[in-house]
């Protein structure tokens, strides 16, 4: 079966400090794979997506195949980065059986 | 171009009662996707509507079921309430599965 893992429940770091939120996933065959943020009393929305390559809000993901992780990093952490982060998975064959969540990180910057 | 809507905001019902969850996509998408969030845990997929009608499910029972209209808003339907259905449910449309979801605010049920 599909799974996301997310080990950290709660990671905090100071402002201007590197943050990297780990994900691992398990999956048979090649997903796609996506970040998504929920920030204070907003909805969740989609951060990233590996087949994108892009850099958003200074946020990378790489995608390691052989050891099927895709974490999240950002060199130079801001306090508008504070939110709660999802890894997420998806059968890029047509979606039909939805995204595939993990728990969370709830990331907190310090001043 | 209008957002993910979704209503009610919150809903209280009782163990047994049956409970109606409505959704309005994105303009442009013509696939819904519901999910169940329970507290301190991620999304949990329950299922997708494409064209109005099912075309993917997750582990969850026939008491959780959906409509989706011609105008691609869609209905999640949950019968025989238990107190566990207690969950943040989330709705997410897309242009076709396994684009971007877009996701409404969510609405808060809580079973008595």
């Known amino acids: 079966a599909q799974r996301v893992t997310q080990p950290e429940k709660l990671l905090s770091v100071f402002k201007g400090a590197p943050v990297e939120l780990k994900c691992n996933y398990s999956?048979?065959?090649?997903?796609?794979l996506f970040w998504y943020v929920q920030y204070s009393r907003q909805r969740l929305q989609l951060l990233l997506r590996?087949?994108s390559r892009e850099s958003i809000k200074g946020f990378t993901a790489d995608l390691n195949k052989g050891e099927t992780s895709f974490h999240l990093k950002k060199p130079f952490a801001q306090e508008e980065d504070s939110a709660m982060y999802y890894c997420?998975?998806?059968?890029?064959?047509?979606?039909?059986?939805?995204?595939?969540f993990g728990k969370g990180t709830h990331l907190i910057i310090q001043p | 171009e209008t957002g993910v809507t979704q209503s009610p905001t919150h809903l209280i019902k009782t163990r047994g009662q049956q409970v109606t969850l409505r959704c309005s996509s994105q303009s442009g998408h013509n696939t819904v996707s519901w999910y169940q969030q329970a507290l301190g845990q991620g999304p949990q997929f329950i299922f997708q509507y494409y064209r109005e009608e099912e075309n993917g499910r997750g582990n969850f029972p026939p008491r959780f079921s959906g409509l989706q209209f011609p105008n691609y808003s869609s209905e999640l339907n949950v019968n025989a309430l238990e107190l566990d259905d207690s969950a943040l449910y989330l709705c997410a449309s897309s242009f076709g599965g396994a684009n971007e979801q877009f996701f409404g605010p969510g609405t808060r049920l809580t079973v008595l």
């Open positions: 999956y048979s065959g090649s997903p796609e």
């Open positions: 590996h087949i």
């Open positions: 997420a998975l998806i059968d890029p064959g047509g979606g039909a059986d939805g995204l595939t």
